[in-house]
Protein backbone atom coordinates (compact mmCIF):
# COMPACT_ATOMS: atom_id res chain seq x y z
CA UNK A 1 0.00 0.00 0.00
CA UNK A 2 1.76 3.48 -1.08
CA UNK A 3 0.90 6.11 1.02
CA UNK A 4 3.09 8.65 -1.23
CA UNK A 5 0.92 11.69 -2.00
CA UNK A 6 1.24 12.25 -5.73
CA UNK A 7 2.80 15.38 -7.19
CA UNK A 8 -0.67 17.14 -7.78
CA UNK A 9 -2.00 16.56 -4.26
CA UNK A 10 1.51 17.96 -2.71
CA UNK A 11 1.48 20.95 -5.34
CA UNK A 12 -2.79 22.15 -3.89
CA UNK A 13 -1.64 21.61 -0.36
CA UNK A 14 1.96 23.29 -0.36
CA UNK A 15 0.20 26.16 -2.27
CA UNK A 16 -2.72 26.32 0.09
CA UNK A 17 -0.37 25.95 2.56
CA UNK A 18 2.13 28.78 1.62
CA UNK A 19 -1.28 31.16 1.17
CA UNK A 20 -2.63 30.89 4.56
CA UNK A 21 1.23 31.39 5.94
CA UNK A 22 1.38 34.41 3.85
CA UNK A 23 -1.70 35.80 3.68
CA UNK A 24 -3.71 34.90 6.52
CA UNK A 25 -1.79 33.76 9.54
CA UNK A 26 -0.23 37.25 9.97
CA UNK A 27 -3.43 38.87 9.85
CA UNK A 28 -5.47 36.92 11.79
CA UNK A 29 -5.36 39.50 15.15
CA UNK A 30 -6.53 42.35 12.47
CA UNK A 31 -10.03 39.39 11.79
CA UNK A 32 -10.30 39.30 15.13
CA UNK A 33 -10.15 42.76 16.15
CA UNK A 34 -12.55 43.53 13.04
CA UNK A 35 -15.15 40.75 13.92
CA UNK A 36 -15.19 42.79 17.41
CA UNK A 37 -15.79 46.50 16.61
CA UNK A 38 -18.98 47.65 15.79
CA UNK A 39 -22.38 45.81 14.75
CA UNK A 40 -21.92 41.88 15.15
CA UNK A 41 -23.68 40.80 11.93
CA UNK A 42 -21.54 42.69 9.18
CA UNK A 43 -18.79 41.65 6.49
CA UNK A 44 -15.40 40.97 7.47
CA UNK A 45 -13.37 43.15 5.57
CA UNK A 46 -10.14 41.43 5.96
CA UNK A 47 -11.96 38.38 4.43
CA UNK A 48 -13.01 40.66 1.35
CA UNK A 49 -9.05 41.59 0.75
CA UNK A 50 -7.83 37.90 0.89
CA UNK A 51 -10.56 36.65 -0.92
CA UNK A 52 -9.56 38.57 -4.06
CA UNK A 53 -5.62 37.20 -3.66
CA UNK A 54 -7.07 34.19 -3.26
CA UNK A 55 -8.83 33.98 -6.26
CA UNK A 56 -6.07 36.07 -8.20
CA UNK A 57 -3.91 32.88 -7.03
CA UNK A 58 -6.13 30.53 -8.88
CA UNK A 59 -6.94 28.96 -5.45
CA UNK A 60 -10.69 29.13 -5.44
CA UNK A 61 -13.66 26.98 -5.08
CA UNK A 62 -11.25 23.77 -4.77
CA UNK A 63 -14.48 21.76 -3.48
CA UNK A 64 -16.42 20.31 -6.69
CA UNK A 65 -14.34 17.30 -7.67
CA UNK A 66 -14.41 16.98 -11.41
CA UNK A 67 -16.57 13.50 -11.48
CA UNK A 68 -19.55 15.21 -9.20
CA UNK A 69 -20.32 18.16 -12.32
CA UNK A 70 -22.41 16.01 -14.06
CA UNK A 71 -26.10 18.28 -13.77
CA UNK A 72 -28.82 16.50 -13.50
CA UNK A 73 -30.75 19.39 -14.99
CA UNK A 74 -28.60 21.42 -17.07
CA UNK A 75 -24.90 20.46 -18.65
CA UNK A 76 -24.26 23.77 -20.39
CA UNK A 77 -23.45 25.65 -17.43
CA UNK A 78 -19.41 25.79 -16.43
CA UNK A 79 -18.86 25.70 -12.98
CA UNK A 80 -15.67 28.25 -12.11
CA UNK A 81 -13.02 27.36 -9.90
CA UNK A 82 -9.85 24.75 -9.51
CA UNK A 83 -11.99 21.70 -9.24
CA UNK A 84 -10.10 18.97 -6.84
CA UNK A 85 -10.47 15.13 -6.43
CA UNK A 86 -11.57 14.62 -2.62
CA UNK A 87 -8.38 13.57 -1.68
CA UNK A 88 -6.67 16.48 -2.84
CA UNK A 89 -9.33 18.57 -1.45
CA UNK A 90 -8.93 17.03 2.10
CA UNK A 91 -5.26 17.90 2.41
CA UNK A 92 -6.27 21.22 1.46
CA UNK A 93 -8.77 21.45 3.89
CA UNK A 94 -7.23 19.95 6.73
CA UNK A 95 -4.72 23.50 6.28
CA UNK A 96 -7.72 25.45 6.33
CA UNK A 97 -9.35 23.96 9.28
CA UNK A 98 -6.37 25.29 11.54
CA UNK A 99 -7.51 29.08 11.32
CA UNK A 100 -11.59 29.21 11.49
CA UNK A 101 -11.91 32.38 8.67
CA UNK A 102 -9.13 30.83 6.10
CA UNK A 103 -11.90 27.98 4.30
CA UNK A 104 -13.77 31.63 3.20
CA UNK A 105 -11.22 33.50 1.59
CA UNK A 106 -10.41 30.51 -0.75
CA UNK A 107 -14.64 30.34 -0.94
CA UNK A 108 -14.63 26.74 0.37
CA UNK A 109 -16.43 27.67 3.39
CA UNK A 110 -19.87 25.93 4.61
CA UNK A 111 -22.93 25.71 3.83
CA UNK A 112 -22.51 27.49 0.91
CA UNK A 113 -19.70 24.81 -0.50
CA UNK A 114 -22.73 22.18 -0.06
CA UNK A 115 -25.56 24.45 -1.37
CA UNK A 116 -23.19 25.24 -4.78
CA UNK A 117 -23.00 21.78 -5.31
CA UNK A 118 -26.79 21.13 -4.90
CA UNK A 119 -27.70 24.17 -7.62
CA UNK A 120 -25.23 22.92 -9.86
CA UNK A 121 -26.14 19.58 -9.94
CA UNK A 122 -29.41 20.05 -9.46
CA UNK A 123 -30.46 23.29 -10.52
CA UNK A 124 -32.17 24.82 -13.97
CA UNK A 125 -29.59 27.04 -16.20
CA UNK A 126 -31.85 30.06 -14.27
CA UNK A 127 -30.93 29.19 -11.03
CA UNK A 128 -27.60 28.77 -11.76
CA UNK A 129 -27.00 31.86 -13.22
CA UNK A 130 -28.71 33.83 -10.85
CA UNK A 131 -27.70 32.11 -7.79
CA UNK A 132 -24.54 30.14 -8.48
CA UNK A 133 -22.83 32.59 -10.59
CA UNK A 134 -22.40 34.94 -7.64
CA UNK A 135 -21.67 31.85 -4.61
CA UNK A 136 -19.11 31.37 -7.12
CA UNK A 137 -17.59 34.53 -7.29
CA UNK A 138 -18.23 34.87 -3.50
CA UNK A 139 -20.39 38.32 -3.73
CA UNK A 140 -23.26 36.61 -1.17
CA UNK A 141 -23.53 33.78 0.72
CA UNK A 142 -26.61 31.32 1.63
CA UNK A 143 -27.83 28.93 3.97
CA UNK A 144 -29.48 25.25 4.43
CA UNK A 145 -32.95 25.07 5.74
CA UNK A 146 -33.84 21.91 7.31
CA UNK A 147 -33.59 20.91 10.60
CA UNK A 148 -37.01 22.33 12.82
CA UNK A 149 -37.44 22.62 16.79
CA UNK A 150 -40.52 21.17 17.10
CA UNK A 151 -39.26 17.37 15.83
CA UNK A 152 -36.21 15.03 16.32
CA UNK A 153 -34.12 15.93 13.57
CA UNK A 154 -32.21 13.18 13.14
CA UNK A 155 -34.77 11.92 11.60
CA UNK A 156 -35.62 14.10 8.73
CA UNK A 157 -38.74 12.51 7.88
CA UNK A 158 -39.94 14.00 10.79
CA UNK A 159 -40.03 17.47 8.87
CA UNK A 160 -43.24 19.15 9.38
CA UNK A 161 -42.52 22.75 6.81
CA UNK A 162 -45.18 22.49 4.71
CA UNK A 163 -44.55 23.38 0.88
CA UNK A 164 -48.58 23.80 -0.71
CA UNK A 165 -48.94 24.24 -4.29
CA UNK A 166 -51.20 27.12 -5.02
CA UNK A 167 -51.28 27.66 -9.28
CA UNK A 168 -47.93 29.18 -10.42
CA UNK A 169 -46.35 29.45 -6.69
CA UNK A 170 -45.92 27.44 -3.99
CA UNK A 171 -46.70 28.82 -0.16
CA UNK A 172 -44.48 27.66 2.44
CA UNK A 173 -45.33 27.72 6.13
CA UNK A 174 -42.78 26.32 9.04
CA UNK A 175 -40.02 27.01 11.48
CA UNK A 176 -36.18 26.03 10.93
CA UNK A 177 -33.36 26.65 13.16
CA UNK A 178 -29.38 25.84 13.28
CA UNK A 179 -29.72 27.77 10.26
CA UNK A 180 -26.08 28.42 9.81
CA UNK A 181 -25.01 30.85 8.05
CA UNK A 182 -28.21 33.02 8.41
CA UNK A 183 -26.74 35.79 10.07
CA UNK A 184 -24.57 37.41 7.56
CA UNK A 185 -25.79 40.18 5.43
CA UNK A 186 -24.54 38.05 2.13
CA UNK A 187 -26.66 35.80 2.54
CA UNK A 188 -29.15 36.04 -0.05
CA UNK A 189 -30.74 32.61 -1.30
CA UNK A 190 -32.03 29.56 1.13
CA UNK A 191 -32.32 26.03 -0.14
CA UNK A 192 -35.20 24.52 1.98
CA UNK A 193 -35.84 21.27 2.83
CA UNK A 194 -39.79 20.81 3.31
CA UNK A 195 -42.81 18.60 2.67
CA UNK A 196 -44.98 18.69 -0.53
CA UNK A 197 -46.77 15.25 -0.10
CA UNK A 198 -48.05 14.63 3.50
CA UNK A 199 -49.24 11.24 2.45
CA UNK A 200 -46.75 9.39 0.20
CA UNK A 201 -43.41 7.14 1.54
CA UNK A 202 -41.80 8.14 4.15
CA UNK A 203 -38.71 9.31 1.84
CA UNK A 204 -40.81 10.50 -0.85
CA UNK A 205 -42.69 13.63 0.74
CA UNK A 206 -39.91 16.17 1.19
CA UNK A 207 -39.30 18.54 -1.74
CA UNK A 208 -35.97 20.88 -1.72
CA UNK A 209 -36.86 24.97 -3.15
CA UNK A 210 -34.95 27.82 -3.44
CA UNK A 211 -36.33 30.51 -1.50
CA UNK A 212 -34.86 34.05 -1.77
CA UNK A 213 -34.36 35.42 1.77
CA UNK A 214 -36.17 38.97 0.82
CA UNK A 215 -38.94 36.99 -0.16
CA UNK A 216 -41.90 38.17 2.38
CA UNK A 217 -42.58 36.11 4.89
CA UNK A 218 -39.29 35.14 5.80
CA UNK A 219 -38.28 36.67 9.36
CA UNK A 220 -34.98 35.48 11.33
CA UNK A 221 -36.78 35.19 14.64
CA UNK A 222 -33.50 35.08 16.70
CA UNK A 223 -30.10 34.04 16.48
CA UNK A 224 -29.01 31.19 18.58
CA UNK A 225 -25.82 30.90 21.03
CA UNK A 226 -23.24 27.78 20.99
CA UNK A 227 -22.05 27.26 24.60
CA UNK A 228 -22.09 30.88 25.09
CA UNK A 229 -20.77 31.80 21.86
CA UNK A 230 -22.64 33.37 18.58
CA UNK A 231 -20.56 32.30 16.00
CA UNK A 232 -20.58 36.24 14.17
CA UNK A 233 -20.97 36.96 11.67
CA UNK A 234 -21.38 33.84 10.15
CA UNK A 235 -24.05 32.96 12.67
CA UNK A 236 -26.48 30.31 12.99
CA UNK A 237 -30.80 31.43 13.25
CA UNK A 238 -34.02 30.77 13.72
CA UNK A 239 -36.13 31.11 10.65
CA UNK A 240 -40.03 31.99 10.40
CA UNK A 241 -41.86 31.16 7.00
CA UNK A 242 -45.25 32.33 6.88
CA UNK A 243 -47.18 31.90 3.81
CA UNK A 244 -44.02 32.28 2.03
CA UNK A 245 -44.40 32.35 -1.88
CA UNK A 246 -42.35 31.29 -4.46
CA UNK A 247 -42.50 30.54 -8.36
CA UNK A 248 -42.88 26.55 -9.15
CA UNK A 249 -39.85 26.97 -10.89
CA UNK A 250 -38.43 27.36 -7.29
CA UNK A 251 -38.15 23.43 -6.96
CA UNK A 252 -35.48 21.27 -7.53
CA UNK A 253 -35.06 18.23 -9.60
CA UNK A 254 -39.09 17.83 -8.88
CA UNK A 255 -41.63 17.66 -5.84
CA UNK A 256 -40.79 13.88 -3.74
CA UNK A 257 -36.73 13.81 -4.94
CA UNK A 258 -35.34 16.41 -1.44
CA UNK A 259 -34.36 13.15 -0.08
CA UNK A 260 -32.71 12.26 -3.11
CA UNK A 261 -31.23 15.75 -3.28
CA UNK A 262 -29.80 15.67 0.58
CA UNK A 263 -28.07 12.52 0.23
CA UNK A 264 -26.17 13.83 -2.54
CA UNK A 265 -25.14 16.75 -0.30
CA UNK A 266 -24.31 15.49 2.82
CA UNK A 267 -22.03 12.82 2.14
CA UNK A 268 -19.19 15.33 0.71
CA UNK A 269 -20.68 17.82 3.38
CA UNK A 270 -19.66 15.60 6.39
CA UNK A 271 -16.42 14.61 4.87
CA UNK A 272 -15.45 18.32 4.64
CA UNK A 273 -15.89 19.14 8.13
CA UNK A 274 -13.94 15.78 8.98
CA UNK A 275 -11.10 17.46 7.39
CA UNK A 276 -10.96 20.70 8.24
CA UNK A 277 -10.95 18.92 12.10
CA UNK A 278 -7.80 17.27 11.82
CA UNK A 279 -6.83 21.19 10.89
CA UNK A 280 -8.26 21.88 14.56
CA UNK A 281 -7.05 18.62 16.14
CA UNK A 282 -3.07 19.89 14.95
CA UNK A 283 -3.39 23.81 16.25
CA UNK A 284 -4.73 22.03 19.93
CA UNK A 285 -1.35 19.59 20.11
CA UNK A 286 0.25 22.50 19.17
CA UNK A 287 -1.11 24.55 21.52
CA UNK A 288 -0.44 22.28 24.36
CA UNK A 289 3.00 21.09 24.06
CA UNK A 290 3.87 24.50 23.47
CA UNK A 291 2.57 24.97 26.65
CA UNK A 292 3.62 22.18 28.61
CA UNK A 293 7.37 23.03 27.81
CA UNK A 294 6.99 26.64 28.45
CA UNK A 295 5.86 26.14 32.49
CA UNK A 296 7.16 24.70 35.03
CA UNK A 297 5.61 22.93 37.98
CA UNK A 298 6.55 20.88 41.19
CA UNK A 299 10.52 22.23 40.12
CA UNK A 300 10.40 20.51 36.13
CA UNK A 301 8.38 21.40 33.13
CA UNK A 302 4.92 20.01 33.12
CA UNK A 303 5.98 17.99 30.12
CA UNK A 304 8.09 16.47 31.73
CA UNK A 305 5.08 15.00 34.36
CA UNK A 306 3.60 11.45 32.60
CA UNK A 307 0.37 12.05 32.58
CA UNK A 308 1.21 14.88 30.20
CA UNK A 309 3.52 12.70 28.34
CA UNK A 310 0.53 10.55 27.64
CA UNK A 311 -1.52 12.72 26.73
CA UNK A 312 0.57 14.18 24.34
CA UNK A 313 1.53 10.67 22.64
CA UNK A 314 -2.29 9.70 22.51
CA UNK A 315 -3.05 12.55 20.78
CA UNK A 316 -0.41 12.82 18.30
CA UNK A 317 -1.74 8.46 17.57
CA UNK A 318 -5.34 9.72 18.03
CA UNK A 319 -4.38 13.06 14.98
CA UNK A 320 -2.64 10.19 12.74
CA UNK A 321 -5.19 7.10 12.83
CA UNK A 322 -8.08 9.42 12.02
CA UNK A 323 -6.25 11.22 8.94
CA UNK A 324 -5.66 8.48 7.66
CA UNK A 325 -9.55 7.13 8.04
CA UNK A 326 -10.45 10.60 6.45
CA UNK A 327 -8.14 10.42 3.55
CA UNK A 328 -9.49 6.93 2.54
CA UNK A 329 -12.68 7.87 2.53
CA UNK A 330 -12.01 10.58 0.60
CA UNK A 331 -10.24 8.04 -1.89
CA UNK A 332 -12.85 5.50 -2.10
CA UNK A 333 -15.58 8.79 -2.73
CA UNK A 334 -13.12 9.43 -5.70
CA UNK A 335 -12.50 6.01 -6.68
CA UNK A 336 -15.90 4.33 -6.03
CA UNK A 337 -18.33 7.22 -5.39
CA UNK A 338 -20.29 8.42 -2.16
CA UNK A 339 -22.62 5.83 -1.98
CA UNK A 340 -19.64 2.78 -1.67
CA UNK A 341 -18.18 5.13 0.60
CA UNK A 342 -21.00 5.96 2.64
CA UNK A 343 -19.48 3.60 6.00
CA UNK A 344 -16.28 5.48 5.49
CA UNK A 345 -17.49 8.88 5.84
CA UNK A 346 -20.06 7.77 8.55
CA UNK A 347 -16.51 6.56 10.59
CA UNK A 348 -14.77 9.76 10.01
CA UNK A 349 -17.93 11.56 11.19
CA UNK A 350 -18.16 10.27 14.56
CA UNK A 351 -14.44 9.87 15.04
CA UNK A 352 -13.12 13.44 13.82
CA UNK A 353 -14.46 15.72 16.07
CA UNK A 354 -14.50 13.23 19.08
CA UNK A 355 -11.03 12.94 18.29
CA UNK A 356 -10.44 17.05 18.22
CA UNK A 357 -12.67 17.67 21.17
CA UNK A 358 -10.44 15.32 23.34
CA UNK A 359 -6.97 16.98 22.28
CA UNK A 360 -8.65 20.68 22.67
CA UNK A 361 -10.36 19.48 26.26
CA UNK A 362 -6.57 18.86 26.89
CA UNK A 363 -4.88 21.73 25.28
CA UNK A 364 -7.67 23.65 28.07
CA UNK A 365 -6.49 21.64 30.77
CA UNK A 366 -2.54 22.07 30.04
CA UNK A 367 -3.46 26.00 29.95
CA UNK A 368 -5.35 26.40 33.23
CA UNK A 369 -7.57 29.19 33.96
CA UNK A 370 -6.11 30.52 30.91
CA UNK A 371 -7.65 27.22 29.01
CA UNK A 372 -11.10 28.41 29.33
CA UNK A 373 -10.50 32.42 28.71
CA UNK A 374 -10.88 33.38 25.35
CA UNK A 375 -7.31 34.40 25.30
CA UNK A 376 -6.35 31.26 23.34
CA UNK A 377 -8.72 30.05 21.06
CA UNK A 378 -9.35 27.19 22.65
CA UNK A 379 -12.94 27.31 24.58
CA UNK A 380 -14.03 29.03 21.24
CA UNK A 381 -12.45 25.89 18.94
CA UNK A 382 -14.10 23.16 21.94
CA UNK A 383 -17.32 24.85 21.44
CA UNK A 384 -17.46 24.88 17.79
CA UNK A 385 -16.35 21.37 17.21
CA UNK A 386 -19.43 20.22 19.86
CA UNK A 387 -21.15 20.96 17.24
CA UNK A 388 -20.08 18.42 15.05
CA UNK A 389 -21.14 15.85 17.00
CA UNK A 390 -24.57 16.60 15.71
CA UNK A 391 -24.30 18.93 12.55
CA UNK A 392 -25.44 16.53 9.64
CA UNK A 393 -26.58 13.89 11.76
CA UNK A 394 -25.70 13.41 15.48
CA UNK A 395 -22.87 10.75 16.28
CA UNK A 396 -26.26 7.87 16.89
CA UNK A 397 -27.37 8.00 13.61
CA UNK A 398 -24.14 7.42 11.94
CA UNK A 399 -23.15 4.72 14.63
CA UNK A 400 -26.36 3.00 13.86
CA UNK A 401 -25.29 2.58 10.12
CA UNK A 402 -22.18 1.49 11.18
CA UNK A 403 -23.60 -1.47 13.36
CA UNK A 404 -26.05 -2.20 11.08
CA UNK A 405 -23.40 -2.74 8.60
CA UNK A 406 -21.14 -4.79 11.06
CA UNK A 407 -24.74 -6.99 12.32
CA UNK A 408 -25.74 -7.42 8.61
CA UNK A 409 -21.78 -9.54 8.13
CA UNK A 410 -23.36 -12.02 10.98
CA UNK A 411 -27.24 -12.39 10.15
CA UNK A 412 -27.12 -15.75 9.55
CA UNK A 413 -25.41 -17.14 12.09
CA UNK A 414 -25.89 -18.85 15.39
CA UNK A 415 -24.35 -20.12 18.74
CA UNK A 416 -24.78 -23.65 19.29
CA UNK A 417 -25.37 -24.20 23.03
CA UNK A 418 -24.15 -27.32 24.87
CA UNK A 419 -27.21 -29.88 25.81
CA UNK A 420 -26.07 -29.69 29.25
CA UNK A 421 -28.05 -26.53 30.82
CA UNK A 422 -25.40 -27.08 33.75
CA UNK A 423 -22.07 -26.05 31.56
CA UNK A 424 -20.70 -22.57 30.99
CA UNK A 425 -22.86 -21.68 28.19
CA UNK A 426 -19.67 -19.56 26.45
CA UNK A 427 -16.20 -22.51 27.20
CA UNK A 428 -14.45 -22.24 24.57
CA UNK A 429 -14.39 -26.00 24.42
CA UNK A 430 -17.86 -26.48 23.98
CA UNK A 431 -19.25 -23.31 21.84
CA UNK A 432 -18.82 -23.65 18.27
CA UNK A 433 -20.21 -21.49 15.95
CA UNK A 434 -22.09 -22.56 12.73
CA UNK A 435 -23.95 -21.17 9.84
Known amino acids: MDFTLSERETYFRDRVKAFIDAEIAPRNHEYHQQAHEGDRWKVIPVIEEVKQKARAAGLWNFFMPPHSGQSHVDDTFEFEGTQLTNLEYALCAEEMGKIGWASECFNCSAPDTGNMEVLHRYGTLEHKERWLRPLMNGEIRSVFLMTEPQVASSDATNIETRIERDGDHYVINGRKWWSSGVGDPRCKIAILMGKTNFEGSRHQQQSQILVPMDTPGVRIERMLSVYGYDHAPHGHGEVVLTDVRVPVENVLLGEGRGFEIAQGRLGPGRIHHCM ?79 MALKILDDAVQAHGGAGVSDDFGLAHAWANQRTLRLADGPDEVHARSIARNEFGKYAEWKIDRPSNDAAPAFSSGDVGVSR
Open 276 to 354: RTIGVAETGIEAMAKRLVSRVAFGKRIADHSVWEERIARARIDIEMTRLLCLKAADTMDKAGNKAAQLDIAMIKVQAPS
